[in-house]
């Protein structure tokens, strides 16, 4: 009986894994992004100061750029924001943008989780904000409630690609997708 329920138990954890991937959350491919506005509160030297409100999305037209929304601002999370601002770094030339949105339950709460990220992050490309619409970010865009983690790449002002993950469903691999995807849409 007991291996049975380790046989359910592993089979439980593959399959959530396998759906984590179906989770949609955010615009999808193809559709047009549209304006929102954030507060910055990290990041680089970019001629937005630091408690400025704007539309980073506005500001980066239609450059290349990667949409981070986060709930959760863990270590996976600074993981992808480093693997991020070298992406940024290295496609200079090609003018990649990149943000990462931090979104929780209440304004102060958000901004206290993202100022604690961004001394953790040290992003040096990638503006660390919080959305106006902090709890589950713009309207507009569809982010689902569930996700933890939704990646937007955006090319010309339309989505070219998605990804979407539910709390603890992310992982090294999951990350190396999004940066394989965004590599992708700058070439």
């Known amino acids: 009986m007991k291996k049975f329920a380790s046989v359910v138990v592993a089979l439980a954890v593959l399959a959530g894994s396998v759906f984590a991937e179906d989770l949609k959350s955010g615009l999808q ?8 506005y954030v507060t910055k509160v990290a990041g680089p030297e970019d001629g937005v100061t630091v408690g400025q ?12 750029q990667v949409m ?16 991020l601002d070298e992406t940024v770094g290295k496609n200079e030339e090609k003018q990649l943008k990149a943000f990462v949105n931090i979104m929780a339950d209440s304004k102060d709460a958000a901004d206290a989780s993202a100022k604690a990220f961004a001394a953790k992050a040290g992003s040096k490309n990638v503006p660390i904000v919080v959305p106006n619409e902090f709890a589950n970010g713009p309207d507009n ?15 010309g002002g339309t989505v070219v690609g998605n990804h979407a993950y539910e709390k603890d469903a992310y992982c090294e691999s999951c990350i190396e997708s999004i940066v394989k995807d965004v590599v992708a849409a700058v070439k």
């Open 29 to 36: 491919k193809d559709s047009k992004v549209g304006p929102f």
């Open 68 to 83: 981070v929304f986060a709930r959760t601002a863990d270590d996976r999370l600074a993981t992808l924001v480093k693997k």
């Open 141 to 155: 865009y569809g982010l689902n409630p569930k996700a933890d983690l939704t990646v937007l790449i955006v090319s």
């Open 53 to 64: 409100n704007l539309c980073y999305r506005c500001k980066y037209g239609a450059k290349p």
